[in-house]
Each structure stands twice: as structure tokens, then as C-alpha cells.
Nanobody
Framework: VQLQASGGGLVQSGGSLRLSCAAS?????MGWYRQPPGKQREFVAT???????NYSESVKGRFTISRDIRKNTVYLQMNSLEPEDTAVYYC??????????WGQGTLVTVSS
């Protein structure tokens, strides 16, 4: 499965952005991870094929993961952005046991 992510950019603190990730094939779980400057990649949110969601504590209540089944696309709506959300965001998809795909990463920069 190939993933194409988009939607990053520069936004002021308190602003919003929406990331998109289009998958080329069938997936069971799709999600977002991020890598802040100088830090390791960390979990942000996942969405299973049957609609179950999971969020990291740091984004819960501010970010929403959703999908368009027809477009095979998952979205990450990010509201109330904070400078600490600045990172490269990566889309991830699991299409089988142990079969993970990663998107190319999209940079989100939140200015204070």
C-alpha cells in the first residue's frame, strides 16, 4: 500500500490544520504519528476499519481522526494547535499482519 500525505503548513498558535492521507489499497488500521524536532517519532491517533479511534493524551480533545471510505483517505483535523505540536507528521497504514506502510511526512509548524 502506498500512502500520499498532504496538508501541512505554518499556522499560528490556536489555529487549525487538516492533514490528509490517501491510501492506494485496502487497509485495516490507519493513523498518524509525528516526529518533533530533535525527538523520536511518537503516536498521535489511529482509526480502525470498523471505526474505532485511539488518541494520544497530548492531542485528545483537540485532534480528530476520520475517514472517507469512498476515497480511501484518512484525515487528521487539528484544532487549538500549540507550538508543541510542531513536527513532521507521518501517515501510517497496516494492511496485514506486520505489514506497515508509511507516507512521506508533512511538516506542521505552529508559531507562538
Amino acid at each position: 500500500v502506498q500512502l500520499q500525505a498532504s496538508g501541512g503548513g505554518l499556522v499560528q498558535s490556536g489555529g487549525s490544520l487538516r492533514l490528509s492521507c490517501a491510501a492506494s489499497g485496502r487497509t485495516f488500521i490507519m493513523g498518524w504519528y509525528r516526529q518533533p524536532p530533535g525527538k523520536q517519532r511518537e503516536f498521535v491517533a489511529t482509526l480502525t476499519r470498523n471505526g474505532n479511534t485511539n488518541y494520544s493524551e497530548s492531542v485528545k480533545g483537540r485532534f480528530t481522526i476520520s475517514r472517507d471510505i469512498r476515497k480511501n483517505t484518512v484525515y487528521l483535523q487539528m484544532n487549538s494547535l500549540e507550538p508543541e505540536d510542531t513536527a513532521v507528521y507521518y501517515c501510517n497504514a497496516r494492511s496485514g499482519p506486520g505489514i506497515d506502510s508509511w507516507g512521506q511526512g508533512t511538516l506542521v509548524t505552529v508559531s507562538s
